[in-house]
């Protein structure tokens, strides 16, 4: 079956300009993750959905970052106000339940880059 | 704070040749330990994980790791790498926060292979 995708795999966005990060798991798994990863750097967490309830989002650096997933299948990475300090791929992960017993699979990432 | 420690951020072996990669994590209890690979454009894929039990674990493409409590240490092995093999490796620990389990990751070993 499909595994996780993600779109756009590229965005480029100039400093201030909004964009939107599209996740669609894997059809039937209850939890989804995002992560950022700088360059260089190991995948850092963000924010944790089960089903359409956003449980955690501890991981997410400002206000100016937003997720949700309304329907408990497909989420978008809101990030307002871009900064260039957002430039990094943004990771979603999905799994068929909450714990880490359960394998999350990745999907290839978007690179953001600000200017 | 929890913490996951690479200590190698770059590898160089010959094709053939044994390959160790190091891994340091800081957690008080009995950890979750995962490693994953990342191959150039593509998202994450789990290599092998341990939970319990046997502490040698076995995973996919030739990889094994071995978790020594007394070391902190939860290395990756193969007795042979292949061209393919290189790609960046992230080990990774759950911890538990309040109720709520997390992956956090290294910051990764980028394995080079020489003909």
């Known amino acids: 079956g499909a595994g996780v995708s993600q779109s756009p795999r590229y965005k480029v966005a100039k400093r201030g300009q909004d964009v939107a990060l599209r996740c669609d798991p894997i059809?039937?798994?209850?939890?989804l993750f995002w992560y950022q990863q700088a360059l260089g750097q190991g995948p850092e967490f963000l924010t944790y959905?089960?089903?359409?309830?956003?449980?955690?989002k501890s991981g997410l650096p400002s206000d100016r970052f937003f997720a949700e997933r309304p329907e408990g299948s497909v989420s978008t990475l809101k990030i307002q106000r871009t900064q260039q300090e957002d430039s990094a791929v943004y990771l979603c992960?999905?799994?068929?339940?909450?714990?880490?017993?359960?394998?999350?699979?990745f999907g290839p990432g978007t690179r953001l880059t600000v200017t | 704070a929890q913490s996951v420690t690479q200590p190698d951020i770059h590898i160089t072996v010959s094709e053939g040749a044994s390959l160790e990669l190091r891994c340091n994590y800081s957690?008080?209890?009995?950890?979750?330990l995962f490693w994953y690979v990342q191959s150039p454009g593509q998202g994450l894929q789990l290599l092998l994980k341990?939970?319990?039990?046997?502490?040698l674990v076995q995973g996919i493409k030739g990889f094994e790791a071995e978790f020594k409590r007394s070391q902190s240490s939860f290395n990756l092995r193969k007795p042979s790498v292949h061209w393919s093999d290189a790609a960046e490796y992230f080990c990774?620990?759950?911890?538990?926060?309040?109720?709520?389990?997390?992956?956090?990751f290294g910051k990764g070993t980028r394995l080079h292979i020489l003909p």
């Open positions: 992960a999905s799994s068929l339940l909450g714990t880490s017993y359960y394998e999350q699979y």
């Open positions: 059809s039937g798994h209850v939890s």
């Open positions: 959905f089960q089903n359409e309830a956003q449980l955690d």
């Open positions: 957690y008080g209890a009995t950890p979750y």
């Open positions: 341990y939970f319990s039990g046997d502490t």
């Open positions: 990774a620990s759950e911890v538990w926060i309040y109720r709520d389990d997390k992956i956090i």
